[in-house]
Nanobody
């Protein structure tokens, strides 16, 4: 049974940091393209960062470049999202998603391309 479980969310002040984890069972994460997505109330789910299964290349949406870092620990079957200098607009439920099928990086931030999802972890940035 393939399962993704996110953790690490919480309440943090602006400028603070959090590290999200996505632990996988039933699959080897290094064989999957992984995406981190977020969804704020009343908004669509948006891609934040991704890491490719083919060569480990990483991608970020413009609003988080220089602040977020995605990484993968194959030994722990875990993908991380280190989030620094957090802003109130980063407040959302964060989800990790995994897709085994190879597809163009042009679609890495399209949630429709991913078949496997975790349940999410809440991140709230507020003073």
């Amino acid at each position: 049974q393939l399962q993704l479980v996110e953790s690490g969310g919480g309440l943090v002040q602006p400028g603070g940091s959090l590290r999200l984890s996505c632990v996988a069972s039933g699959l080897s994460l290094d064989m999957y393209t992984i995406g981190w997505f977020r969804q704020a109330p009343g908004k669509e789910r948006e891609g934040v960062s991704s890491i490719s299964s083919s060569d480990g290349s990483t991608y970020y949406t413009d609003s988080v470049k220089g602040r977020f870092t995605i990484s993968r620990d194959n030994a722990k079957n875990t993908v991380y999202l280190q989030m620094n200098n957090l802003k109130p607009e980063d407040t959302a439920v964060y989800y990790c998603a995994a897709e085994f099928r190879r597809f163009s990086r042009d679609w890495y931030f399209d949630p429709r391309e991913y078949d496997n999802w975790g349940r999410g972890t809440q991140v709230t940035v507020s003073s």
